[in-house]
């Protein structure tokens, strides 16, 4: 049942902490940590951002996608 919880949100999350990850070099686990901890003290704050981000990204990938070169044709 856990396995199954944690695929679901590995699948399906918006990859806002393995972007955020890989663009300053740091463990993803700590951010996704952060994220939790942040979320419990602030009553929720770093959830609404969490879901911005993700939808400002996937806005983004759907632009790069959409955009493709001369050489493309």
């Known amino acids: 049942m ?3 919880i944690l695929t ?9 902490c393995t972007y955020l ?3 300053f070099n740091i463990s993803i686990s700590k951010i996704r940590l952060f994220f939790i901890y942040s979320s419990f003290l602030a009553v929720g704050f770093p ?3 969490y879901f911005f981000a993700g939808v400002v990204l ?4 759907f632009i790069k996608r959409k955009h493709t070169g ?3 044709l």
């Open 70 to 72: 001369v050489t493309d």
């Open 58 to 61: 996937d806005i983004r990938n």
């Open 47 to 49: 959830l609404i951002f």
């Open 8 to 16: 679901f949100f590995e699948r399906y999350s918006f990859g806002v």
């Open 2 to 4: 856990l396995q199954r």
């Open 21 to 23: 990850g890989e663009r």
